[in-house]
């Protein structure tokens, strides 16, 4: 019995250090006897615990104080008086039976516990702890308080006895905790093993630690920021931008500007370029880009806005034949925005977005943003292809490392549609290094000649562009510290309305009934940095083969436009057309937000494309162009065609200006002298 009174009492002392709530005992004996045997203890013994309550056979004993103070009542009541009084409580109680050591889930034990280790020398009490009224739960009814309770421990077990009858449901769901093995008989005990010491404490508290740290392992960690892991700002097509400027919860900001001087070597007289998507003006200084707008984001909703003005303002709308179907000024409701969309972050896998408006499309690998690319013009694959879609993007991330992205637009950079379908498309983008990237784009479906019948010319498109970009050496610490290349790869054809993918197709009597109509082209760059990205080289061109012209860009010719058309250009089934072109690039980065551009280009075509001397302006300055004009791109009287090379810019016939008429001066090649200053924030 005096054994099982030793172990008992050591239960008590560990429960007492380590802050456990209760204490329970079996006990035998009646609920008189019980009592009485709580009377017999001294009064240092009862302020450690409140009044004992019956729950079955079980005794229940709540520790009353903090931590601290209970930890100095043992130190009071090692040598003596408490051994005593606890034998005979626990001798009257037990009868032999055993008890255990029981403790309630506490939120901040792990805190208490290292607050207990470090206070043993303080001189002030913690707080008590929380009593029933401050958890809300029911209350019970008070005790009557001892006589040789002092009255401050007397309002505590008042409170506790409140908690004490909440915890009693508790308890009879509970099974019984494994009862400890009992020390051998004729063992002993020192004093010194009853009483923990700090690193008993710090132990527990390690253990506690270590189980925390096991569970968080356990927790299924955040998915990581797409491509993320790496730094992309060498890719062709990409802001190089490292740093925001500014940045908040609600809003990212963007600023763009481009200026640019641009000299052709033909010098044409009305000082018109052609045949391109980022160069437009000869001999003149102009403001390419003036973009403000940025990014919204808000608790999963997202949005962005870019505004467009400047030449792009004008320049890039007059290329969608999509606004002469129907009614109402398309180009007029969105020609000073490249970006306007809104939409919804999903937190599936690593990201899903839902957007609908206008976004830049990345057909031909080439950003709209000349800021962003290794080169100020681009070849034929990409200055050819389209710069933004109208309709619905969803951006979905499995991993890290790729992206999925269908489209459903209203066409091939069309504001609206032509026909009857829409266009459907999509982006996979891998990236599963940080020195390679690729890019796949495919679209299909859609309807986009404009033709009779209300547009309705029932000619469908289907295209699919592809790129690779290595980055192949990588050495900061050298005066070339980079150096990496991109090819991209596009084929593609139409069918339908009189056009055919694979070769002419032809009737019985060998009359062509469907001309091919098709395009392949490709580009090939190659980039290298110096001194930290403080400069940059860039070599490459490209080639593109499009019978039909479908996607040639139509020259301005007597401000003519997608919607007009032009008899000095045509663009009918089997008409050819074959260019190459190449550059040459230098850039100064004096800092990350701005570029100091020097390029030249030479771009050849095997038919009269580019503007010449004479220029492509009938009577200069005599009739400027406007857009919309219901007279653009329209003959001028006493113009007149005879036959000619089937190589021309009128297959099969010949320009003849005469007295009174206009022939624009049409070159197979063009070189040029470009100078920009291109600013990103």
């Not at 099974?175 to 051998?184: F, I, K």
């Not at 404490?201 to 506690?208: D, L, P, R, T």
């Not at 569970?215 to 990581?224: G, L, M, R």
């Not at 740093?243 to 000082?271: G, L, Y």
Request: glycine share 10%; hydrophobic share 35%; charged share 20%.
């Amino acid at each position: 019995m005096a054994n099982s009174f030793i172990r008992e009492k050591a239960i008590i002392y560990r429960t007492i250090a380590t802050g456990d709530a209760q204490f329970v005992c079996n006990f035998m004996g009646s609920e008189n006897q019980n009592h009485q045997a709580w009377k017999n203890l001294d009064w240092q013994s009862r302020n450690v615990f409140t009044t004992p309550q019956r729950v079955g056979k079980k005794m229940i004993l709540k520790v009353g104080r903090d931590v601290t103070t209970m930890r100095a009542l043992l130190r009071a009541t090692t040598k003596g008086a408490i051994f005593l009084a606890a034998f005979v409580l626990c001798l009257t109680i037990a009868q032999g039976s055993r008890c255990y050591a029981q403790a309630q889930t506490q939120p901040q034990s792990q805190v208490q516990l290292a607050k207990a280790s470090q206070s043993d020398n303080a001189s002030s009490e913690e707080p008590a702890l929380v009593g029933a009224k401050g958890r809300g739960w029911p209350e019970g009814p008070t005790p009557a308080p001892d006589p040789e309770i002092s009255p401050a421990v007397a309002k505590e077990l008042a409170a506790m006895k409140a908690e004490i009858e909440q915890l009693k449901t508790e308890l009879k769901s509970r099974s019984a905790a494994e009862p400890e093995a009992a020390p051998a008989p004729g063992s002993s005990i020192k004093a010194t093993d009853l009483v923990p010491t700090t690193a008993k404490a710090e132990s527990a508290v390690a253990v506690e630690q270590a189980a925390a740290d096991a569970a968080a392992k356990s927790e299924k960690p955040e998915p990581s920021v797409p491509f993320a892991y790496a730094d992309w700002t060498w890719l062709n097509g990409t802001a190089r931008n490292k740093d925001a400027v500014w940045d908040s919860k609600f809003f990212t900001p963007e600023i763009r500007f481009d200026t640019n001087f641009v000299s052709s070597f033909n010098h044409p007289q009305d000082d018109t370029i052609g045949g391109s998507s980022e160069i437009f003006r000869s001999n003149e200084v102009q403001v390419e880009q003036i973009s403000f707008g940025g990014d919204f984001h808000w608790q999963n909703v997202r949005g962005r806005v870019l505004t467009m003005g400047g030449m792009f303002g004008v320049t890039t709308p007059r290329n969608d034949a999509s606004p002469g179907r129907g009614q109402w000024d398309l180009r007029g409701a969105y020609k000073y925005f490249s970006e306007a969309y809104g939409g919804y972050h999903f937190n599936v896998n690593h990201g899903l977005n839902v957007d609908a408006g206008i976004f830049v499309s990345y057909i031909g690998l080439f950003s709209y943003y000349n800021f962003d690319n290794w080169a100020y013009q681009p070849s034929y694959v990409s200055s050819n292809t389209p710069w933004f879609f109208n309709g619905l993007r969803i951006q979905w991330f499995p991993t890290e490392k790729l992206k999925i992205e269908p489209w459903i637009i209203n066409g091939w950079q069309s504001y609206g549609r032509f026909g009857n379908r829409p266009g459907l498309g999509g982006q996979i983008m891998y990236r599963p290094k940080p020195w390679l990237s690729l890019v796949f784009n495919n679209y299909g479906m859609g309807e986009d000649t404009l033709g009779a019948g209300n547009g309705k010319l029932g000619r469908s498109r289907i295209h699919t562009d592809d790129s690779v970009e290595v980055k192949y050496y990588d050495h900061s610490d050298k005066t070339l510290d980079k150096m990496a290349f991109s090819v991209t790869g596009d084929l593609g054809c139409e069918y339908g309305g009189g056009v055919a993918c694979f070769g002419d197709q032809r009737d019985g009597s060998g009359n062509i009934t469907a001309h091919k109509q098709a395009f392949l082209g490709w580009m090939a760059y190659n980039r290298f940095w110096f001194k930290k990205d403080l400069y940059g080289l860039t070599v490459g061109g490209g080639q593109m083969n499009n019978p039909g012209r479908y996607l040639v860009l139509l020259p301005p010719i007597n401000g003519a436009d997608a919607i007009s058309g032009t008899p000095y250009f045509t663009a009918n089934p089997g008409d050819p057309f074959k260019a190459w072109d190449t550059s040459i690039t230098f850039d100064w980065m004096p800092k990350q937000y701005i570029t100091f551009r020097w390029e030249y280009g030479y771009r050849h075509a095997n038919v009269g494309y580019f503007s010449g001397r004479g220029g492509i302006t009938p009577g200069v300055n005599g009739a400027p162009s406007t857009i919309p004009n219901p007279a653009a791109g329209s003959l001028v009287g006493g113009t007149t065609f005879v036959p000619g090379p089937f190589l021309s810019p009128t297959p099969g016939l010949t320009c003849v200006a005469g007295s009174t008429g206009f022939c624009p001066d049409l070159r197979k090649d063009e070189g040029t002298l470009r100078l920009a200053i291109m600013v990103k924030f």
